[in-house]
C-alpha cells in the first residue's frame, strides 16, 4: 500500500507523565502493530492539559516523559508523527474557526465538562467549555480516518463529527469524517483496579495501589499485586460476574506472558493465591521492565528527543497547514 492509501489514526494524550498497565494493555500495546498498516499520527495535548491549573515545570517534564514513553512501548519516530501540540499552532488556529462552527448548547451538554466544572469549581474556564473544539481540531486537521479512544471519549468524536457535518455542509469537501476506533473487548480493554475490582484502572484512584505504571519499580508492582485484593474462595478462575478480583489477574497475567486464559488456569489449578499472585507480579515486571529502561534512557537522552519532536512538529505542520489553508480559502479569509 503506498503511503496515500493508507487509513490515518490520529490520537492525542495528555501529558501526565503517568500511563498505567491499564493504558498499556488495553491500548498503547497495539500501537507499533497500527504503525504497519496505517499513517499514525499521535500528539502530547499540552494545550488541552492547561484547561486545568498545572504547575508549569511539571507539565514541561510530563510532556517528555510521555513521549519517551511512547517511544519505549515501540513507536518509532520514523514510521509514525510524534509530536506535542503547542508546536503546530494550526491547532489554535482551526479551533478558533471551529468555535464559530460549535452551538453554545452542544459543548454545554458534554458530560466531562460538567464533570471538571464540578471537581474544578473554583476554576471553570472557557478553555475547558471549548476543550472538545480543540480536540476536534486536532483531528480534522489530519483528515483523521480512526481515531483510538476510551469509550469516556465517545462524546468529543460525536461532537467532533457533528462539528465536521456542519462544515462540510457549509463547505463541502473539507474533512474526512473521523470514527471513533474502541478497544475490542478481549483485547485487554478493561484492565481493572486491583483494589477495587469494581472500577476501572486509573492513575487518579486515590488508593496507590489500585494502579500500576508504567515506571513503577519492581518492588512496587509486586507489593501491589501481592496486595491484590481476591475473592474468598482459592480457585484461580476465570469468572468475572463471581470472581473479578482474581479474574482480573488471570487477564493481566496471560496479557503479560502471552499464554492463554485456559493455560494459566491449568498452570495454577489448585495453587491458590500465594502462588498466584507473586507469580502475575513477577510476568508484569519482566513486562515492563524493557520499557522502563528504556524510557529512563531517553529521558537521559534530551539531545535525541529534541530531535525526534522537532521533526515530528515538522511533519505535522505541513500536513496540518494544507488543511487550515484550505478552511482559511473557504470561509473567505484573503489569502496571505
Ligand atoms: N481528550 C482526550 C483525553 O482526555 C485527549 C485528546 C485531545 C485527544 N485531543 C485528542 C484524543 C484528539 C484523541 C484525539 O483522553
Redesign the pocket.
Known sequence: MSENQKKTI?????PSGKLTLGNYLGAIRNFPLLQEDYNCIY?V?DM?AITVRQEPAALRRATLEVLAQYIACGLDPDKSVLFIQSHVPAHAELAWVLNCFTMFGEASRMTQFKDKSAKHADNINVGLFT?PV??AA??LLYQTDL?P??VD?SQ?IEICRDIANRFNGRFPDTFTMPEGYYPKAGEGAKITSLADPASKMSKSDPNPNGYILLMDKPEDIMRKFKRAVTDSDTRIAMDPQNKPGVSNLIQIYALATGKTVAAVEDEFAGKGYGAFKPAAGEAVVELLRPIREKTEDLLRNKDYLEQVYQQGAQKASYLARRTLDKVYRKVGFVGR
Open positions: 490520529f490520537s492525542g494524550v495528555q500528539c495535548v488541552h476543550y480543540l480536540m486536532d483531528i481515531v479512544v476510551g471519549q468529543h
